[in-house]
């Protein structure tokens, strides 16, 4: 009976033994693999991670590629048309200067020297105001008039209805315009400039007697009877208007 019982005894403890090695030797397995698992999942997350920021920058670098040629383009526009808008008035301005060193010194030129003068002037003004100011230029020119490219034309005389439509305009004022419109037709020369202007510039124009009184006097003292300068002021709005009869004037020159 004792034989039997440390017997069992005996096994009970083998089999705890076993059992605890078992045990043991399972949760040392068992962690050993989760570490293992741990590393990989470690490593597939940084590996998902470069995987992921490469492409984020492919895509950056995609989008890149289309952003910038698109980028550069726009600023090359904007330089073209800042150069050409400056080539243009350079230009513009050579004619000028030219023709006041050159042309104004002659007693008459041409209706044609006089309105290239006369539209260069104008396209240099332009250059400051706004683009979307209310600017109107008209011009109704017959090239095949007989007076065309007479000398009738007294030099510069287009120049002080320009420059004073430029100088009492208010351009910040939504209702400001310029109105210009030149005509040659039937040997007789028109020009009609008009602008709103602001109150500060009506009180200076009235009080001035409106415009400049050197361009009557040159008038008179070459057109005589033959040109009409008219001014008229309505509602902040001024309008001058002088017609040349060349056609005439012309004839008087010829025979006498």
């Given at each position: 009976?004792?034989?039997?019982?440390?017997m069992i005894h005996d096994y009970l403890i083998f089999v705890g033994v076993f059992a605890i090695f078992f045990f043991l030797t399972v949760?040392?397995?068992?962690?050993?693999?989760?570490?293992?698992?741990?590393?990989?999942?470690?490593?597939?997350?940084?590996?998902?991670?470069?995987?992921?920021?490469?492409?984020?920058?492919?895509?950056?670098?995609?989008?890149?590629?289309?952003?910038?040629?698109?980028?550069?383009?726009?600023?090359?526009?904007?330089?073209?048309?800042?150069?050409?808008?400056?080539?243009?008035?350079?230009?513009?301005?050579?004619?000028?200067?030219?023709?006041?060193?050159?042309?104004?010194?002659?007693?008459?030129?041409?209706?044609?020297?006089?309105?290239s003068f006369a539209l260069s002037l104008i396209e240099i003004n332009k250059i400051k105001i706004n683009p979307l100011f209310d600017f109107?230029?008209?011009?109704?020119?017959?090239?095949?008039?007989?007076?065309?490219?007479?000398?009738?034309?007294?030099?510069?005389?287009?120049?002080?209805?320009?420059?004073?439509?430029?100088?009492?305009?208010?351009?910040?004022?939504?209702?400001?315009?310029?109105?210009?419109?030149?005509?040659?037709?039937?040997?007789?020369?028109?020009?009609?400039?008009?602008?709103?202007?602001?109150?500060?510039?009506?009180?200076?124009?009235?009080?001035?007697?409106?415009?400049?009184?050197?361009?009557?006097?040159?008038?008179?003292?070459?057109?005589?009877?033959?040109?009409?300068?008219?001014?008229?002021?309505?509602?902040?709005?001024?309008?001058?208007?002088?017609?040349?009869?060349?056609?005439?004037f012309h004839d008087k020159m010829r025979y006498s």
């Amino acid at each position: 009976m004792d034989g039997n019982y440390y017997m069992i005894h005996d096994y009970l403890i083998f089999v705890g033994v076993f059992a605890i090695f078992f045990f043991l030797t399972v949760s040392i397995y068992l962690f050993s693999q989760n570490q293992i698992f741990r590393r990989k999942n470690t490593k597939l997350s940084e590996t998902n991670k470069l995987i992921e920021q490469r492409l984020n920058e492919v895509q950056l670098e995609h989008i890149g590629t289309k952003l910038n040629p698109h980028l550069f383009k726009n600023i090359l526009n904007s330089v073209q048309s800042h150069a050409y808008q400056t080539y243009m008035s350079l230009d513009k301005l050579a004619n000028v200067l030219d023709y006041i060193l050159y042309e104004s010194n002659n007693k008459f030129v041409s209706p044609k020297e006089e309105f290239s003068f006369a539209l260069s002037l104008i396209e240099i003004n332009k250059i400051k105001i706004n683009p979307l100011f209310d600017f109107r230029i008209k011009s109704k020119i017959d090239k095949s008039d007989a007076v065309y490219e007479e000398k009738v034309f007294a030099p510069l005389i287009s120049v002080d209805l320009i420059e004073n439509a430029f100088k009492h305009t208010d351009f910040l004022a939504q209702d400001s315009f310029i109105a210009i419109h030149l005509e040659l037709e039937n040997r007789m020369f028109t020009m009609k400039v008009s602008n709103k202007a602001s109150l500060k510039n009506v009180l200076e124009k009235e009080h001035s007697g409106f415009g400049s009184q050197s361009l009557d006097q040159r008038l008179k003292m070459i057109y005589h009877n033959f040109y009409t300068l008219q001014k008229s002021s309505k509602n902040g709005i001024f309008t001058a208007e002088l017609t040349i009869n060349l056609g005439e004037f012309h004839d008087k020159m010829r025979y006498s």
